[in-house]
């Protein structure tokens, strides 16, 4: 490596380790407000809302956990390390990709229809849902191998354990992580839209009434 740029890349790394650490900070903050809020839907008998707030939390913790192994891939030196964190998020990104079209499906989309949704909430939702639906389709077979051998279903064939591990390239898993993020990073701001119609007044008063008027 031209020992020029090793200035640089230190530089670039600790921007990024202050910029991310804020960010999971605010991530943390974000998720314990979430689980409150969630409790309190639990407490007061609001069946859409825990279910949309257990959507939320679900979307906040792959965000939090796949922004904690970025950090690691970037921070390894060792070639196997990098290897090891690029394994876990074959687990993420498979489960991600099973969950998520399960957790946006037809007793979420019920609880939806609750809300006073724009057109163009609904639109967003189905275009991020089908490019997950998508994403998983492609990348079953190779994700599924992977996190069957974290899932500790190793082979005694130590051999084609190595060949196993050899494919969790972590730049391969970065680049899937970003065809990923196509679908998921456009559901990010659709959940938060969501989520915020929760604390409306207006919205509250209703489903308290429907509650009563069971």
């Known amino acids: 490596m031209n020992p020029i740029a090793l200035p640089i890349i230190a530089w670039n790394r600790a921007t990024h380790?202050?910029?991310?650490?804020?960010?999971?900070?605010?991530?943390?903050?974000?998720?314990?407000a979430i689980r409150s809020n969630h409790d309190a839907a639990k407490k007061y008998e609001l069946p859409h809302f825990q279910r949309i707030y257990n959507v939320g939390l679900y979307v906040l913790l792959f965000e939090y956990d796949f922004a904690i192994l970025k950090n690691d891939a970037l921070f390894s030196i060792r070639r196997w390390k990098k290897n090891f964190v690029a394994r876990q998020m074959a687990v993420l990104l498979f489960e991600a990709a099973n969950d998520l079209p399960e957790l946006l499906g037809k007793d979420f989309r019920k609880s939806l229809e609750t809300l006073p949704l724009s057109e163009l909430d609904w639109e967003n939702l189905n275009r991020s849902t089908k490019q997950i639906n998508k994403f998983r389709n492609e990348h079953r077979e190779f994700l599924n191998e992977l996190r069957n051998f974290v899932g500790a279903h190793r082979d005694?064939?130590?051999?084609?354990?190595?060949?196993?591990?050899?494919?969790a390239d972590i730049f391969k898993l970065m680049d899937m992580a970003g065809h990923f993020?196509?679908?998921?990073?456009?559901?990010?701001?659709?959940?938060?839209?969501?989520?915020?119609?929760?604390?409306?007044?207006?919205?509250?008063?209703?489903?308290?009434?429907?509650?009563?008027?069971?």
């Open 17 to 32: 380790l202050i910029r991310e650490r804020k960010r999971i900070a605010i991530l943390e903050d974000t998720i314990r």
């Open 156 to 167: 005694n064939d130590a051999i084609k354990q190595l060949e196993i591990i050899e494919k």
């Open 181 to 214: 993020y196509l679908g998921f990073g456009e559901l990010l701001p659709v959940v938060a839209r969501i989520i915020s119609l929760l604390g409306d007044q207006r919205t509250i008063l209703k489903h308290m009434a429907m509650r009563h008027s069971k």
